[in-house]
Structure formats: structure tokens, C-alpha cells
């Protein structure tokens, strides 16, 4: 069965939070499936997130909606194992606007990822996500 991996156990870090404001902006907002909150990255060439989960898990799919504007053109996909370096696993096209977007992900077995977001959408290179969820199941 497919469902979010993001759980309780599951260490985050972002590349920054706009104004350091971590209360109104912060990566806690990724995965409180709250519409009125979100992750708000502060200016710079590229954007990301990391995710340290509990135990192995086998990625299927990356869902993510962004603020239209604030998006990004190309993100990719990184995952290891323990204490391994990390390895692309796929690159993915966002498209700028509000939709909750879904992306396929080759079968890849990790316990950590970065997702990262280049080519910003935004002058800045600001990017601002409501939803971040990693789905399919635990190894």
C-alpha cells in the first residue's frame, strides 16, 4: 500500500527560511497539511530538502504543490542508505502554479533524500511549498 512516509520520526532540514522567521515560514509547515501554511525559502541559486527517515523505505512518488510564482523548473531527486553519499535518482519538471502536482519516481530504496529545486521561478530564486509528501511504503 502507498501512503506518506513523513512521519513524527522523520528529520527535515531546509536550505533557509525567509527572514530566518521559522515560525511563520519554517519546514515544520511541509507536512502539517494545513492550506494556510507552508515553507517559504529566503533568496538564493538553489533550494532544498532533506529528509531523514526512521527505517528503509521504498519511494514511489513525490507530491508537491507549490505557490504559483514561487516554483521551480527543475528539482531533482537524491537518496542513500545509511551512511552512503547520495545518488541521483531522478531529475523532475514542476510545473509554476497552485496544483497539487505528482511526480513518478523509479523504484529506489533509501533512508534519506534531498529533494532539490533549481532554476527558481522567482526573480530571487525564493520558492514556497504548501504540501511536500513522500508516498509509497516501508522496507
Known amino acids: 500500500m502507498t501512503h506518506s512516509l513523513v512521519c513524527p520520526e522523520t528529520v527535515s532540514r531546509?536550505?533557509?527560511?525567509?527572514?530566518?522567521n521559522t515560525r511563520q515560514f519554517g519546514k515544520k509547515h511541509l507536512f502539517d497539511q494545513d492550506e494556510e501554511t507552508c515553507w517559504?525559502?529566503?533568496?538564493?541559486?538553489?533550494?532544498?530538502?532533506?529528509?531523514?527517515?526512521?527505517?528503509?523505505?521504498?519511494?514511489?512518488?513525490?507530491?508537491?504543490?507549490?505557490q504559483g510564482g514561487f516554483s521551480s523548473r527543475r528539482g531533482c531527486l537524491e537518496g542513500s542508505q545509511g551512511s552512503q553519499?547520495?545518488?541521483?535518482?531522478?531529475?523532475?519538471?514542476?510545473?509554476?502554479?497552485?496544483?497539487l502536482q505528482t511526480f513518478p519516481i523509479p523504484a529506489a530504496e533509501v533512508d534519506r533524500l534531498k529533494v532539490m529545486f533549481e532554476d527558481a521561478t522567482d526573480f530571487?530564486?525564493?520558492?514556497?511549498?504548501?504540501?511536500?509528501r513522500v508516498l509509497g511504503e516501508k522496507v
Request: with cysteine; aromatic share 12%.
Open 14 to 20: 531546509v536550505s533557509s527560511v525567509l527572514n530566518r
Open 40 to 66: 517559504n525559502s529566503d533568496q538564493g541559486p538553489s533550494q532544498w530538502v532533506t529528509l531523514e527517515f526512521p527505517q528503509l523505505i521504498r519511494v514511489s512518488q513525490l507530491q508537491i504543490q507549490f
Open 85 to 99: 553519499a547520495l545518488c541521483k535518482i531522478v531529475d523532475f519538471y514542476p510545473e509554476d502554479n497552485n496544483s
Open 124 to 132: 530571487f530564486g525564493r520558492v514556497v511549498i504548501y504540501h511536500l
